[in-house]
């Protein structure tokens, strides 16, 4: 199923001719339930990699304060979406004895000394072909990007918790199986949901903080116009610069909990966009991006939650900004929480 960006409310770059020139394409990913294989771009699905190499690991010190597993994580989604797919009578229980036994036992976690003190496999965040992605870079001779992460709560500052692979797909004759998996996780929400992608090209305008003083001071003088007329709401944050949720390319997220920082390679290079890992694909300022597709929510259960078919949730409902280096392929990504 396609996934269609609604066209934004006002072309802004005709109210405010500099933003023409600044305009950039970016990739919608649109992930949706589904059953991936490694022969299709996905989120948190499995990854068409080499039974010969190497698996990325994650050497950091970790400290979480409750433990779980991939398989608990996945036990305990596949309880609640049943449950609540379930015809259930009034003042009736949501889930049964067994099952809330079975969450509890989740919710309580395993005890953090149990975390092994070798290195963790990292897990798989996304797999993206380029065939599929109009926006996305690769080195001479690749056509894919896979993407893997550690699922605890460092990786919001470890700058080798994020681990990127190029790789042409072509060349890859034997597929690994079973791919090594962390014993423990720190964090459900930084276990994906196997996603399908609905990639949609769309044009952003960068954030606010991006532009000059002067500019900015404009937009914000004609969004409160249109806020006082019959377009209530309009904004330029929310509707009509940066999209959300997930994508490829683009403008950076908007900074949110923190001033915007000026955000470089190690190497000192200036850096790009590559992926936007985010908490939802549209919120209560950002609905106006919802896909036309998924407007119409009647009847669906509350879980999960339509804005978040991937259930990632980065920190307290963030944006990870992974960016790439625009000198050298080879260069570790750097990672922003915004």
Request: net charge negative.
């Amino acid at each position: 199923m396609t996934r269609t960006t609604p066209p934004r409310p006002w072309d802004v770059a005709s109210v405010f001719p500099a933003l023409a020139g600044m305009a950039r394409t970016a990739t919608r990913l649109h992930p949706s339930p589904g059953d991936p294989t490694v022969h299709e771009s996905s989120v948190g699905g499995p990854l068409l990699w080499p039974a010969d190499e190497a698996w990325p690991v994650c050497a950091d010190d970790h400290h979480p304060h409750r433990l779980t597993t991939l398989e608990d994580v996945r036990t305990l989604r596949r309880i609640l979406t049943q449950a609540w797919q379930r015809p259930r009578p009034p003042r009736t229980n949501l889930l049964t004895p067994d099952e809330q036994a079975v969450v509890d036992r989740i919710h309580a976690g395993h005890d953090p000394s149990l975390l092994p003190t070798e290195p963790l496999p990292l897990i798989a965040l996304a797999q993206l072909y380029a065939r599929d992605v109009p926006d996305l870079p690769c080195p001479d001779g690749t056509d894919m990007l896979q993407v893997l992460w550690c699922p605890f709560t460092e990786i919001e500052d470890s700058p080798s918790a994020v681990h990127l692979r190029w790789r042409q797909s072509g060349s890859v004759r034997d597929v690994l199986a079973h791919p090594p998996a962390p014993d423990f996780v720190g964090l459900d929400d930084y276990v994906p949901a196997p996603c399908v992608l609905h990639p949609e090209r769309v044009v952003e305008y960068p954030a606010a903080h991006e532009l000059d003083h002067a500019l900015t001071d404009r937009i914000y003088a004609w969004e409160k116009e249109q806020q006082q007329s019959e377009r209530q709401g309009l904004g330029y944050r929310g509707d009509l610069s940066v999209a959300p949720g997930w994508k490829v390319g683009g403008w950076s997220a908007p900074w949110t909990f923190c001033d915007p920082m000026e955000v470089r390679c190690d190497c000192g290079a200036p850096v790009a966009p590559l992926l936007t890992v985010d908490s939802s694909e549209w919120d209560g300022e950002s609905s106006g991006w919802r896909p036309v597709e998924d407007r119409d929510d009647a009847g669906r259960p509350p879980y999960p939650d339509w804005d978040c078919p991937t259930m990632v949730t980065v920190g307290r409902g963030y944006t990870l900004q992974v960016y790439r280096c625009t000198d050298s392929y080879g260069h570790p990504p750097v990672t922003t929480l915004q």
